[in-house]
């Protein structure tokens, strides 16, 4: 049998390597990857003496897929957490940083005390987000926007000045039209269950710290969840890469067309070589995945054309501690729209993990564009520096020029779940059963997130070869 997966990002290596480790007899494994490198949105370069993310940084331990497939690869004793001090967030409010209220977590707070004693929020918008306390549950009337459901139980306030940006860092997107079902399900869980949020928060709060794993100033994202490796992400595609049979993978390979002859799939590539196989995975973009399966099915290829996707800049910038005059005492700071600014969200990357940079220099990442300010990333590489530098003077008052300075552009690359997906997830899903040796894998579906990938890829090498 012969399977041809196509993109070499983390869902197509996972895939791929997925399929080698079932040493099912007489399967032959190709991976053709378009670029010159795989690892997709992945990738770790060194910059200046620093270890420099110029996509993903970290990934969620709670989804135990990556982790998993660490173990397996014998990478798990590389996975770092994040640093154990300063693990909190600050929010620009009114042009400065504000650090957020301690246990405001996401979407809601964990403690109330903080929540009552902040600036952040005006005391009408306090009481409203305590009304989350008293209020019935929603009615359940299908999918509901991330922003309508945190209007609902806290008010716009906390809508606006929290939960939009610390979305917004994650999703690139707009509240107002993500799912909350398709993004973070478990909110919905919580209100189902214990109809407040706070209070399951706070309960939730309580449980871990008396499991010895819960800490009350956390503020932003659940940190202690949140894990990399010694030498970065890339740590995973080099190890993926290693364990391949030779001959696997093929960069430079960009597959241009896809067409079922009888039982065979025929894959035609830019660099005019031709594949036949018998199963085929599509790892990619959905609206590339689209662009093949066009002649062969145009209703699943309307489907997944329609997943629309964001796009984001990311700007990691090298200072002199010296010459940075912020305490540098939290994890970095996100963005509102409502600031009216031009980044979405900056992280003290030699803050949060450990050894990212000697200690006389300081790292940090800054966000572009996104759903709600897409216009930006029509400028060049010159004014996103610029606008990047001119930010950072003004927030946290450097002055100084970076030592270096890396842009990397992410091009429709983050899947917009909007209200709805789920059920077109569903509808490609059903569509798919009737080409049982055909798969699709990769973050438009079921997750964005690094782990959901990998098990996305892995599920995909589970389905054509039989379950
Ligand atoms: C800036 C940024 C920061 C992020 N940060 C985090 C984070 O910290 N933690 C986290 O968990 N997630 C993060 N994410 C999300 C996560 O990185 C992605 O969802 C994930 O890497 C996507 O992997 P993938 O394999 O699905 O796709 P990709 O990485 O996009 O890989 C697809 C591959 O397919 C190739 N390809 C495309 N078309 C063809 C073709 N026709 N033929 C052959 N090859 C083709 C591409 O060259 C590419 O290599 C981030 C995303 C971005 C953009």
């Not at 983390?10 to 791929?16: C, D, F, V, Y």
């Not at 929603?138 to 806290?154: H, M, P």
């Not at 940075?324 to 600014?341: K, L, N, Q, S």
């Amino acid at each position: 049998m012969k399977v041809v997966v196509v993109g070499g990002g983390i869902a197509g290596l996972s895939a791929a390597h997925r399929l080698t480790e079932s040493k099912r007899p007489g399967l032959q494994v190709t991976l053709l990857e378009g670029a010159d490198r795989f690892g997709g949105t992945i990738r770790t370069i060194e910059l200046g003496g620093c270890l420099v993310e110029l996509g993903p940084d970290s990934f969620l331990s709670t989804k135990p897929w990556l982790t998993d497939l660490a173990g397996r690869l014998g990478v798990a004793d590389r996975i770092i957490p994040t640093a154990s001090t300063h693990r909190g967030a600050h929010v620009v409010h009114r042009g400065r940083l504000h650090p957020l209220p301690d246990g405001f977590l996401m979407m809601a707070p964990t403690r109330l005390w903080p929540m009552v004693t902040t600036s952040l929020f005006s005391w009408t918008g306090k009481f409203r987000s305590a009304l989350d306390l008293v209020l019935p549950r929603g009615c359940e009337s299908g999918d509901e926007s991330l922003g309508a459901f945190v209007r609902r139980r806290f008010g716009g306030e906390v809508l606006d000045r929290v939960v939009q940006p610390l979305i917004g860092g994650i999703y690139a997107g707009d509240p107002d039209t993500l799912s909350l079902k398709a993004t973070i399900p478990r909110f919905l869980e919580m209100e189902a269950r214990h109809r407040s949020v706070i209070k399951a928060m706070v309960a939730q709060r309580r449980a871990a710290a008396k499991r010895g794993n819960g800490s009350s100033s956390v503020s932003g994202a659940r940190y202690g969840e949140l894990f990399s490796f010694d030498r970065g992400m890339a740590t995973i595609v080099e190890a993926l890469l290693a364990h391949l049979p030779p001959g696997v993978v093929q960069t430079h390979t960009e597959v241009v067309g896809l067409h079922r002859e009888g039982n065979f799939w025929r894959l035609a590539c830019g660099n005019g070589r031709q594949f036949e196989a018998d199963a085929v995975i599509l790892a990619l973009p959905s609206r590339r995945a689209a662009a093949l399966l066009h002649g062969t099915d145009v209703e699943l290829a309307n489907e997944l054309a329609a997943i629309p996707h964001a796009s984001s800049a990311v700007m990691n910038l090298v200072y002199r501690r010296s010459e940075v005059p912020h305490p540098m005492d939290c994890f970095g700071f996100v963005v509102p729209a409502i600031e009216r600014r031009n980044i979405m969200a900056c992280t003290f990357s030699s803050v949060k993990f450990v050894d990212r940079a000697p200690e006389d220099l300081v790292l940090l990442r800054v966000f572009i564009g996104g759903a709600l300010q897409r216009e930006l990333l029509e400028s060049d590489d010159g004014a996103l520096q610029q606008m990047a530098g001119e930010e950072l003077r003004d927030l946290m008052g450097i002055e100084a020029e970076p030592l270096h300075s890396v842009l990397s552009r992410y091009p429709d690359a983050m899947p917009q779940y909007l209200v709805g997906h789920s059920g077109r997830v569903e509808r490609i899903e059903s569509m798919l059963e009737q080409y049982p040796r055909l798969a699709l894998a990769g973050n438009a579906y079921r997750g964005v997130g690094l782990p959901d990938c990998v098990h996305s890829g892995e599920q995909a090498a589970e389905r054509v070869l039989g379950g």
